[in-house]
């Protein structure tokens, strides 16, 4: 195997990695957006009642 043939399948790996950390965050992200935005309107109707 070549050293170009290495170096491309550790930038590859590097960055499947990154992309799939990346991705992980997001969703993780909107997920706590969602969270927070249904603790917000509890809060609200227990406030208003």
Same mark, same amino acid.
């Given at each position: 195997?070549?050293?170009?043939?290495?170096?491309? @399948?550790?930038?590859s790996?590097?960055l499947?990695?990154?992309? %799939?950390? +990346?991705?992980? !965050?997001? @969703?993780?992200?909107?997920?706590?957006?969602?969270?927070?935005? %249904?603790? +917000?309107?509890? !809060?609200?109707?227990?406030?208003?009642?």
């Open positions: 195997m070549s050293s170009g043939v290495i170096i491309f @399948f550790e930038i790996l590097v499947g990695f990154a992309l %799939a950390f +990346g991705l992980r !965050e997001i @969703f993780n992200m909107r997920r706590y957006d969602r969270e927070r935005a %249904a603790r +917000g309107k509890a !809060e609200a109707e227990r406030g208003s009642k």
